[in-house]
Nanobody, 128 residues
Framework: QVQLVESGGGSVQAGGSLRLSCAASKYTASTVTYYMGWFRQAPGKEREGVAAIWSGTRITYYADSVKGRFTISQDNAKSTLYLQMDSLKPEDTAIYYC???????????????????WGQGTQVTVSS
């Protein structure tokens, strides 16, 4: 069992920056979160993968729409996942979710149905 709690959302003007955090708590010490990611869902749209990281490595994935603007990182000592978002655009407006999966794979999962733990979400609003 893994509990994920996001923070850091808010409102910003286009071109601004925000940093999202996701604190992970494992109820069982032996639980391994092999991959963690950030997803977002805008009104009327499906949840989409934004970025993901292979835990304990520097192997990452970014959606084409955020490459060069967003950076995913992980502080294992603090059990915290981050998403640094720069050069924000109005189309980045959405609820952002932190996700984790305890299923080992040989690739970074990028689809929502590949993750089995989710945070409650944090709103990001970018105005033009």
């Amino acid at each position: 069992q893994v509990q994920l709690v996001e923070s850091g959302g808010g409102s910003v003007q286009a071109g601004g920056s925000l940093r999202l955090s996701c604190a992970a708590s494992k109820y069982t010490a032996s639980t391994v979160t092999y991959y963690m990611g950030w997803f977002r869902q805008a009104p009327g749209k499906e949840r989409e993968g934004v970025a993901a990281i292979w835990s304990g490595t520097r192997i990452t994935y970014y959606a084409d729409s955020v490459k060069g603007r967003f950076t995913i990182s992980q502080d294992n000592a603090k059990s915290t996942l981050y998403l640094q978002m720069d050069s924000l655009k109005p189309e980045d407006t959405a609820i952002y979710y932190c996700a984790a999966t305890t299923t080992p794979r040989r690739y970074i999962p990028t689809m929502a149905n590949e993750y089995n733990y989710w945070g409650q979400g944090t709103q990001v609003t970018v105005s033009s």
